[in-house]
């Protein structure tokens, strides 16, 4: 999947505000990593949702009922 350069430095911007991402500059270049296990976890989450929904396989949600207090 190709992306503009600019799209991507956008994205990493965002990222990098929100906390999900870390940057460290190393030589010229700069190197991108996730800010903690928790942010890998729900990655990993999406990936497996998405990636099942793709194949037709998809799951009932692991919660079946919210309930918000206001």
Not at 37 to 66: C, F, I, K, T
Request: proline letters at 3%.
């Amino acid at each position: 999947m190709a992306i503009e350069e600019s799209a991507l430095s956008h994205q990493l911007a965002v990222l990098r505000g929100t906390g999900l991402v870390i940057a460290r500059h190393v030589g010229t270049a700069v190197e991108y990593s996730l800010s903690s296990d928790e942010v890998a976890g729900v990655l990993r989450a999406a990936h497996e949702v998405l990636a099942n929904s793709a194949l037709g396989q998809e799951r009932p949600p692991a919660v079946s009922r919210v309930e918000h207090t206001w």
